[in-house]
Structure formats: structure tokens, C-alpha cells
């Protein structure tokens, strides 16, 4: 199996961490997961793509399509139109990390052909999160673009979490460079 520079080497970090990177999660699962959830969930994808186009304003629409609804990640995935080509997770001191791989092209299938879009991966992005909570958001593109969440709302994260934060804000528009991403993330989680 073919990997992304940055998936290989998260994988190694982790590994040396002692926590193992979950297995790849392909666009074509998250779709069937978001299925399977809109049938055992209170909330559907197209009872939220239903609310926001009755939605008249935008403050309606917003409300409509962002309040607190019980939705899965995966249901969150389809309805954002965030389905990734695979993504891989791992838990790791508190902390949830979600690695995801997009390809500017939508296949309804992702596995089978997967050794051949390693080449066409256009953008990658970590999410971090604790207890629940996000933490930031890295962005990689050509350069790497970190969303910090904690400051929103800082009672909910402990100072620990703040005092990491320079790790990842290391490469904060830099230019993306995979070893300098990775280490900057499992810098963050020592």
C-alpha cells in the first residue's frame, strides 16, 4: 500500500509514542457510515439539507445547518461535502488525532484504486481534538495553515493544552514540509 510522505511518517511518530494509527477509513465507508447513521440517528443529512433550503435568511440558514444537532462524524463529513479520499485516526494522551487525504476528483469507489491516487492527493488536514473538543485544525496545501480553536472557548481545555499550542503554531504558514508537519504534531502529543 502506497502512503502520503506525512501519513508515513504521523504513522512512525505514533508508533514511536506507543499508540498505533488506526486503519484507512476510504471516502466510500464515511458515505455508507452517514447511510447507516441518518437511519439510527434522530437527525438526518437531508433533514439538515431540508431546514436550510426552507432557511429564507442567512442567519436562518446557519442556525439550519450548523446548530447542535446529534450528528455523526461521518454524517458531519457528507453533509459539509468534506468526504475525504481515507482518513486514519489515533488516540494519544487525550487526544484524538484524524489525518485526512483529498483528491480533487469524486469516486464513488476509493480502495481499489488507491496505490494510484497517493500521486493525486491535493490537500491534507489534521485535526486534533481533546475530550471532544476541537483543538486546531492543520490545513496543507502548498502551505500550512493552522486553525486554533481553544482560544474560543478556553475554559473547556486545561492549560496543558494551551501550553502546546507553539508546537503547532511552529509551521503556521510555512511552507509545507512533511517531516517539519509531523514532528510538530508529535511534539504536540509528548
Not at 436562518?60 to 457528507?78: K, P, T
Not at 484524538?96 to 487525504?101: E, F, G, P, S, T
Not at 496505490?115 to 492543520?138: Q, R, T, Y
Request: proline letters at 3%; one cysteine or more.
Amino acid at each position: 500500500m502506497l502512503k502520503t510522505k506525512l501519513e508515513s511518517l504521523l504513522e512512525t511518530g505514533f508508533s514511536e509514542l506507543g499508540v498505533e494509527f488506526g486503519r484507512r477509513e476510504y471516502g466510500e465507508e464515511i458515505e455508507l457510515g452517514a447511510t447507516v447513521d441518518d437511519t439510527v440517528r434522530p437527525v438526518s443529512v437531508n433533514n439538515i439539507k431540508e431546514r436550510i433550503s426552507k432557511a429564507s435568511t442567512g442567519e436562518e440558514r446557519f442556525i439550519a445547518g450548523f446548530s447542535n444537532y446529534d450528528l455523526s462524524e461521518y454524517q458531519n463529513a457528507v453533509l459539509r461535502d468534506a468526504v475525504p479520499f481515507f482518513r486514519r485516526s489515533v488516540l494519544c494522551n487525550g487526544f484524538k488525532i484524524v489525518y485526512n487525504a483529498v483528491v480533487n476528483k469524486r469516486y464513488d469507489v476509493y480502495e481499489p484504486i488507491a496505490d494510484s491516487l497517493i500521486p493525486e492527493v491535493s490537500l491534507e488536514v489534521v485535526e486534533i481534538s481533546w475530550k471532544g473538543n476541537s483543538v486546531a485544525d492543520l490545513h496543507l496545501g502548498r502551505e500550512v495553515e493552522v486553525m486554533v480553536y481553544v482560544s474560543d472557548n478556553l475554559a473547556k481545555y486545561s492549560s496543558d493544552v494551551s501550553a502546546r499550542l507553539p508546537f503547532l503554531m511552529s509551521v503556521d504558514f510555512h511552507k509545507y514540509v512533511p517531516e517539519e508537519v509531523s514532528e510538530a504534531v508529535i511534539s504536540f502529543l509528548r
